[in-house]
């Protein structure tokens, strides 16, 4: 399998991206071909700096760079050199399998929908967080922010795509799917979720237990937690802010660690028909190295595929 | 002025009430008469034991108590001589000027919507939550959960409502006011966010800054921050769990003490035409005490007439 690397996406690139390629590439479990895709002298003084054998790479150049803050519609259509729009043009035409980047998170998205085709079934691709939960568990959180109108069978989709994610990549087996909501019982909430409870409720590719409250996204409750990217991006944002305000107030505990966003592995725009993974701009090594091998799990345990017979069946 | 107690509501009752009368009474800007709603033996009893003296405090008795689950309107309507409901009858009927319980939520939002009217102008009351900032200050979140809900003038009203309140309340000076996004840029968000947007910026009864993202809820970025019951509700809980983790844990630091909402002088229902405050079930001595200096704040600064102002002018 091959699996794309933009090079030139993140704060720290490209030296963290190559620090990620070659914690990767030291792991027992690498089996990807790597496309590095970035400035291709930069590229290969660092990742020979970085004693990077050339077995397993290849080197893609592009001459331009997307930055954090273009526009990015406009920057995707400008910008054809650039290392994200090199990226999608190799994901549409089969030379890579997936496609990773830390880079643009606009663009990115843009390319995710725009360069490939929605997974057959698919209404609206989404983008989830992992949430580290109390207990030492992982749970999954979707939509954050892709969709932040939604319809009822929009949450009952990310509900099913969460689910298959949470099996196959996070281990969970049956994953308990929530729906965010403001009560416990049946029948709370505003309309939007009303409608999606009854259609959470008679699905019978999940396994759905009924409503989470604001308490219980960090604890064991539910594995998926389901809403609409409204909701979800502030929930996010504001785990992400605890995690920093406690890290300036110098509050240190193991816990608080895990919500260090640059420990884990970008988050998947789940719904396209290929892995595109966009990381967090800080990103360092660990971020890419992890980044990597969720696509290569991905790919390994047929994702896609499983989450597109789950949706039409 | 008279604010009417309810002694029976909440976990501690009333040992936890009768302990908030003593300490609000032995403070210098005590000016109130208390009603204390309840058995009339036990609060006898145990006013008689704080050494509470009998020249500010009438004891009402009550007979029932309405319990934590009980369900809201069908217990108000059945149990007319519980505490709440006599207490509502009291504030209705002018003898009391403000209405104070920590019990069953539900009633108390019932008897504020029923029992005594909507503020002249106000659409929908709400209901906020302080936010212990990054900084040391405090903010005003709201709605948290009364209008899960809401059309866009709602949250116009909210806005108004939640600046006098942080102004003659929480003592901030042209309160910052925030419309919780998902993006900091005008144009960002939910179509319900986009047209709260134009509102609250052609408001001039506030001083609107723009977008607050939920990284942003727990810095300077805004003193009120505006949202849907729904969100809101799912902030609070959230930021409510975040402190019972860190306490489980036992990570402990300053910062995070100020999360300990039985801190805090409970929620006053917010719109409606007399103080009405809301305490959490765990509520002890302390956030009694600072819910009845609350209540006489509000009655002192004449916080509803000034709302109501703001609102129909």
């Known amino acids: 399998m091959n699996i794309g690397l933009d090079m030139m996406g993140g704060d720290f690139a490209p030296l963290e991206a190559v620090k990620g390629v070659a914690h990767y590439l030291s792991e027992q479990s690498a089996s990807a071909t790597l496309f590095l895709i970035g400035d291709q002298q930069t590229i290969e003084k660092l990742t020979a700096d970085h004693k990077i054998s050339k077995e397993h790479i290849h080197i893609v150049p592009s001459e331009e760079v997307i930055g954090m803050h273009e526009h990015p519609t406009k920057a995707l259509k400008e910008k054809q050199r650039s290392s994200i729009?090199?990226?999608?043009?190799?994901?549409?035409?089969?030379?890579?399998?997936?496609?990773?980047?830390?880079?643009?998170?606009?663009?990115?998205?843009?390319?995710?929908?725009?360069?490939?085709?929605?997974?057959?079934?698919?209404?609206?691709?989404?983008?989830?967080?992992v949430i580290p939960k109390e207990d030492g568990n992982t749970g999954l959180l979707l939509d954050v922010g892709l969709n932040?109108?939604?319809?009822?069978?929009?949450?009952?989709?990310?509900?099913?795509?969460?689910?298959?994610?949470?099996?196959?990549?996070?281990?969970?087996?049956?994953?308990?799917?929530?729906?965010?909501?403001?009560?416990?019982?049946?029948?709370?909430?505003?309309?939007?979720?009303?409608?999606?409870?009854?259609l959470l409720k008679g699905n019978k590719h999940i396994n759905f237990t009924g409503n989470v409250e604001g308490r219980d996204i960090l604890t064991g409750k539910a594995d998926v937690m389901v809403c609409d990217g409204f909701t979800g991006n502030i929930i996010l944002k504001?785990?992400?802010?605890?995690?920093?305000?406690?890290?300036?107030?110098?509050?240190?505990?193991?816990?608080?660690?895990?919500?260090?966003?640059?420990?884990?592995?970008?988050?998947p725009v789940l719904g396209v028909s290929k892995p595109v993974i966009i990381g967090h701009g800080i990103s360092k090594g660990v971020a890419f190295k992890n980044m990597i091998l969720v696509a290569q799990k991905m790919l390994e345990k047929k994702v896609l595929e499983k989450m597109k017979k789950a949706l039409v069946e």
Chains 1, 2 share one sequence.
């Open 85 to 129: 729009a090199i990226g999608f043009n190799l994901l549409a035409t089969g030379k890579i399998d997936a496609f990773i980047s830390a880079g643009n998170t606009g663009a990115m998205l843009v390319g995710s929908l725009f360069s490939i085709k929605a997974l057959e079934g698919v209404i609206r691709p989404t983008i989830s967080t």
């Open 148 to 198: 932040v109108d939604c319809k009822p069978e929009h949450l009952n989709q990310f509900a099913v795509m969460g689910s298959v994610f949470a099996h196959l990549i996070l281990g969970i087996d049956k994953p308990k799917v929530g729906l965010m909501n403001v009560g416990e019982e049946e029948g709370k909430g505003n309309i939007q979720a009303q409608a999606v409870y009854s």
């Open 238 to 267: 504001m785990a992400e802010s605890f995690y920093e305000i406690t890290h300036r107030k110098k509050i240190h505990h193991d816990y608080l660690e895990r919500f260090n966003f640059e420990n884990y592995g970008g988050t």
